[in-house]
Nanobody, 128 residues
Framework: QVQPVESGGGLVQAGGSLRLSCAESGRTFTDYAMAWFRQAPGKEREFVAV????????KYADSVKDRFTISRDRLKNTVYLQMDKLKPEDTAVYYC?????????????????????WGQGTQVIVSS
């Protein structure tokens, strides 16, 4: 079972930056597409970004496009989310997740249901 472990959250002022990391605990997840989701208080967990197993295909939610960057380091078995120009509405718990299935090397999904291994989350708070 793939078990992502997130880190890098914290408190930052609006306009600032944070970099989240997601490392695996257990079997490697270099064989899977990886995604970041987030959940604000009282809201549903929502898609943020996804990167394919190959790293060639990437998708972002419209709300974070041009501000967030997802990447993966296969040697370190780690996925990153660089978050720039942060806004108060980015405040949430951020979760890393591995796809349930490998499919093709360029497979990506934006759906929670397609991800089966979730981390514990890391809190991001953006003050205005």
């Amino acid at each position: 079972q793939v078990q992502p472990v997130e880190s890098g959250g914290g408190l930052v002022q609006a306009g600032g930056s944070l970099r989240l990391s997601c490392a695996e605990s257990g079997r490697t997840f270099t064989d899977y597409a990886m995604a970041w989701f987030r959940q604000a208080p009282g809201k549903e967990r929502e898609f943020v970004a996804v990167i394919s197993r190959s790293g060639r295909r990437i998708k972002y939610a419209d709300s974070v496009k041009d501000r967030f960057t997802i990447s993966r380091d296969r040697l370190k078995n780690t996925v990153y989310l660089q978050m720039d120009k942060l806004k108060p509405e980015d405040t949430a718990v951020y979760y890393c997740a591995a796809a349930k299935r490998s499919y093709t090397s360029d497979y990506v999904s934006l759906l929670k249901a397609d991800f089966g291994s979730w981390g514990q989350g890391t809190q991001v708070i953006v003050s205005s």
